[in-house]
């Protein structure tokens, strides 16, 4: 559920409205995992809640895949 209060004119309403519904209708489209900004956001975030975020190199080209990289996979430090 979403409350919006307001205090404008009620053409600016309406138009703020249309644009956030527009918005939210368009994020709920399926995408090709690949171009989900939103989401890669989200597991960015994630990984650096975790501590488990790896920065991608400038360097690397073609595969982006982890287990491409010449320098050896990273792991997360675990505490026992």
Known sequence: ???IEAELPANIIDA???QAR???ED???PVDES???FKKQQLRELALLN????EESPRMSGS???FSNSGGMK???TVR
């Open 1 to 3: 559920h979403i409350l």
């Open 16 to 18: 703020k409205l249309k």
């Open 22 to 24: 527009d918005i939210i």
């Open 27 to 29: 994020m709920l489209k």
């Open 35 to 37: 171009h989900d900004y």
């Open 51 to 54: 501590g488990t975020l790896r």
């Open 64 to 66: 982006v895949s982890p």
């Open 75 to 77: 792991r997360a430090k």
